[in-house]
């Protein structure tokens, strides 16, 4: 089983829509949970943190299921902007290694 | 400014040949990490370094190297011995402290073989 995995979509969607993705684990021991967002060609940039109360941001909300070892990102009146992949990350804590799951694609249409 | 700075961003390598990528940061971080991404595909951990004088392989680290002699430096050497190094590299920085580990993202390089 991968360390992390994600479903690579695409996740084609129109305007307004909601959408959510899922990203799965399997370190139980991870402690720190992030959601990347990843434009064609560029750097990834965090998008936000993943609390395990679950946390918002404007249309944005991630929330952690610790229990059954996944992240959701929820992403509510889809923006054309929106469109880009989104990579969760899953950090062991301390000084480990990083983990990216293979990202989602999202496609927001007209 | 702080950042992370990746040069150069684009580069080309000819059969055998070994190349570095320059990855330099000014945030203090102790944490730093190589990963590359193929077309369409997610970021693969490469080597990443806790601290200076010290790094740890990732899931595909055959065919590179890397040094950490400073905390600001993180150098990655594509070596003869990558069969396939055609990829977008990317480096990033952490605190990695406490497991607030996010990470600050340098803006890649684009490495080809002729």
């Known amino acids: 089983r991968k360390e992390v995995e994600q479903d690579p979509g695409p996740f084609n969607v129109p305007e307004g829509a909601t959408v959510a993705f899922n990203c799965t684990y399997s370190n139980s021991a991870s402690q720190s949970f992030f959601w990347y967002r990843q434009d064609c060609r560029k750097e990834p940039k965090l998008l936000m943190s993943?609390?395990?109360s679950g946390n918002e941001d404007g249309r944005f909300t991630a929330q952690l299921n610790r229990a059954s070892q996944y992240i959701s990102l929820l992403i509510r009146d889809s923006k054309l902007s929106d469109s880009a992949t989104y990579l969760c990350v899953v950090i062991p804590g301390g000084y480990q290694k990083v983990t990216f799951g293979t990202g989602t694609k999202l496609q927001v249409i007209p | 400014d702080g950042g992370i700075t990746q040069s150069p961003k684009y580069l080309f390598r000819k059969e055998g040949q070994n190349v570095t990528l320059s990855c330099e940061q000014n945030l203090n971080h102790d944490a730093m990490y190589w990963y590359r991404q193929d077309p369409g595909q997610g970021l693969r951990l490469i080597y990443y370094?806790?601290?200076?004088?010290?790094?740890q392989k990732g899931d595909i680290a055959e065919g590179y190297s890397v040094s950490r002699e400073k905390k600001e430096s993180f150098p990655l050497t594509v070596t003869s011995a990558q069969k396939n190094p055609t990829a977008f590299y990317l480096c990033?920085?952490?605190?990695?402290?406490?497991?607030?580990?996010?990470?600050?993202f340098g803006s890649g390089t684009q490495l080809s073989v002729l």
């Open positions: 993943v609390y395990s």
């Open positions: 370094s806790q601290i200076v004088n010290d790094f």
């Open positions: 990033a920085s952490s605190t990695g402290t406490g497991g607030e580990g996010k990470l600050f």
